[in-house]
């Protein structure tokens, strides 16, 4: 499914490990907001060329009601660099960049640009995958009222 049995581009190899489909469960909120619980799933792909197509959704853990969905492209650099330019279902479009450590299997990234926002400013994500499989991320956020703090925090499973 992670690439439709085409060969993986070689631009894609250090951050492999995040292909597939991750299923799991996390937590949100800010000072702006009330805090919440969600069930998400995040899908990464590829076509065979440099870069992997990402689609992310959540639900409410509660009611399954659908919340957020997003969705975009992670080109990775040979300099251990990585863009990441995601639309969201909001109509906030975000271009991130930051860096990727093959080996300890992170990303970290951060926001070059927020476009179509009247409140977000900056967002960084960080992704760790732990031992047993387990993908964590957080999200930080910072608005024109809050500084940046955290604003998700989830673990998920690869599912597929």
């Known amino acids: 499914m992670a ?14 490990f995040m292909l597939g489909r991750w299923r799991g469960e996390g937590e949100g909120g800010y000072p702006t907001i009330n805090s919440f619980r969600y ?13 992997m197509a990402y689609v ?7 009611s399954g009601e659908p919340m957020h969905a997003e ?4 080109r990775p650099r040979p300099d251990g660099s990585l863009e990441i330019v995601i639309a ?14 093959a080996e300890a299997k992170t ?5 070059e640009l927020v476009g179509n926002a009247t409140k977000v400013r900056r967002i ?5 995958l732990e031992g047993d499989g387990t993908l964590a991320y957080t999200v930080d956020m910072e608005t024109n009222t809050q500084p940046l703090q955290k604003h998700l925090d989830a673990r998920l499973k690869r599912v597929e």
């Open 3 to 16: 690439g439709a049995g085409l060969p993986l581009h070689p631009a894609l190899e250090p951050i492999a």
């Open 39 to 51: 069930v998400e799933e995040i899908t990464l792909s590829h076509a065979g060329k440099p870069a």
């Open 56 to 62: 992310q959704k959540t639900w409410r853990a509660e």
């Open 71 to 74: 969705s975009g492209f992670w």
């Open 88 to 101: 969201q279902s909001t109509g906030l479009a975000e271009v991130q960049k930051g860096a990727y450590n």
């Open 107 to 111: 990303i970290s990234v951060e926001s």
């Open 124 to 128: 960084v994500r960080q992704f760790r």
